[in-house]
């Protein structure tokens, strides 16, 4: 548990974020943006390595437009058309949707860029920036056990303690900390083992496939040549970085948080070794070390607002169950709860300020809880090998249900009309219980 302090001081910042990756930064400058004093502490300097596959969806495309973003190709990104599918002996490109939700476009960046982009972004609407500061536990108000700061130390840029631990005090805390969810765990939060969790791991490569204009998804995994061979565990990812580069990866997913024994690293060196000679993806060519993550996923955390904390991103398992994408959510996650954080400064009362903070949960689940129920019943599915085989086989060549199959698991649909297809998904993810 965090630490005790009696009340009296005077506070730091209107809201302190912790954490400087994709939610956290939304969040903190969101809150800037309406006129809330942000501290924004990340014990990394930035830029800084993260792990993830890149890859932002037309739904993440939207949320950085709503931040005023510059996305133009002089700017560093490289636009995609959609998704490519590869499975089944068959290879079927999927365009994202047009639709009025979101745009047809997704993008790509590595996560090096993107957060030192956002982080700059919060810190240019007027978020004071705080690095290679390493928050370690929550502070508590010893009378009400609510979250009224942090506590946390000065690292080097290796991580070790650059001087004396200090204390920074905010009436709201935003723990936007990542999988370790260190904040959580200081107020007892623990993950829920009845909740997705993924695996992915990830490197880059020189390649001639570097401005490839659909991100790129491998249903199957073959340890030699495709069907003459054995089909290994997982999907894999090509997303093309259009410098050059692209970002190469493999994950799985299982229905619950046990630890499994699969050694991905060495299932990434066996795909790898079979790669088409054309893609070069040869040792000679990878650039970095194959680096591993998990993936929290289908709200694995919470509550989502509670005694002055927010979570954030992956640090209540944002992460969708379908896809592995987490970086839309998060920066959904920071905009809800800035506009909460900012509902709140405008109520009379204690009681009101908290029916204004915690409306950030409700509306956290109100829009994703029935879809990532959803996406629990799909990992549950295609856990049994024999189900994703027939559904790759003979799903992949009839359009109407990779039409479908696309938007589901993109979740890229209308959210509110559009055709049979956004309205058959909206009405299952309304009618799925938002546990």
């Known amino acids: 548990m965090g630490r005790t302090v009696q009340t009296g001081q005077s506070d730091d910042a209107d809201v302190i974020v912790v954490g400087a990756g994709p939610g956290g930064s939304a969040a903190a400058y969101h809150c800037a943006a309406a006129g809330l004093s ?33 996305l133009r190709e002089q700017d560093g990104w490289i636009r995609n058309t959609g998704l490519r599918v ?49 928050v370690t536990g929550p502070l508590l108000d010893e009378r009400t056990g609510r979250v009224i700061g942090v506590e946390a130390r000065p690292v080097d840029a290796d991580g070790r303690r650059a001087g004396d631990p200090v204390t920074y005090r905010a009436p709201l805390v935003v723990a936007a900390d990542g999988v370790s969810a260190r904040l959580a765990t200081g107020m007892g939060l623990e993950k829920r083992m009845d909740r997705p969790m993924g695996v992915a791991v990830r490197t880059y490569f020189r390649t001639p496939r570097h401005a490839d204009p659909m991100m790129e998804s491998q249903l199957e995994l073959w340890d030699g040549p495709p069907g003459r061979s054995n089909l290994m565990p997982g999907y894999g990812w090509i ?8 970002n190469v990866g493999l994950g799985s997913v299982a229905s619950t948080a046990a630890p499994t024994k699969v050694d991905y690293k060495d299932l990434f060196a066996t795909w790898m070794r079979n790669a088409p000679a054309e893609w070069e993806f040869t040792p000679e060519n990878q650039i970095g070390p194959v680096r591993g993550a998990a993936l929290p996923m289908g709200f694995n955390r919470g509550p989502l607002y509670g005694r002055g904390l927010m ?23 920071g905009r809800v709860a800035a506009d909460a954080a900012v509902q709140a400064t405008a ?3 204690a009681a009101g300020r908290e029916r204004a903070l915690a409306s950030y949960g409700a509306r956290m689940k109100d829009d994703l809880g029935g879809y990532y129920t959803l996406g629990r019943v799909f990992v549950k599915l295609i856990e049994h090998p024999q189900v994703m085989r027939a559904c790759t086989r003979y799903g992949l060549p ?6 479908f199959v696309h938007k589901l698991l993109a979740d890229c649909y209308e959210p ?7 309205r058959t998904i909206a009405g299952l993810a309304h009618l799925a219980p938002a546990s």
């Not at 509110?416 to 956004?422: L, Q």
């Open 398 to 403: 009839r359009p109407l249900v990779m039409r």
């Open 239 to 246: 997303f093309s970085l259009g410098d050059g580069t692209a």
């Open 86 to 134: 590869v499975g089944g002996g068959h290879t079927i490109e999927l365009p994202w949707p047009e639709l009025s939700s979101y745009p047809s476009y997704g993008l790509a960046r590595s996560r090096m860029s993107l957060d030192h982009l956002l982080v700059e972004h919060a810190r240019a609407a007027g978020a004071k920036v705080q690095e290679r500061t390493n």
């Open 416 to 422: 509110h009309g559009g055709d049979w297809v956004d």
């Open 347 to 349: 109520r009379g009362t």
């Open 38 to 70: 942000v501290l924004l502490l990340d014990k990394a300097s930035f830029p800084r390595d993260k792990i993830c596959g890149d890859g932002l969806t037309p739904r993440a495309v939207a949320e950085l437009t709503r931040m005023g973003v510059p």
């Open 311 to 333: 979570l954030v991103g992956d640090a209540a398992g944002m992460i969708s169950p379908f896809n592995g994408e987490g970086i839309a959510y998060a920066l959904q996650a």
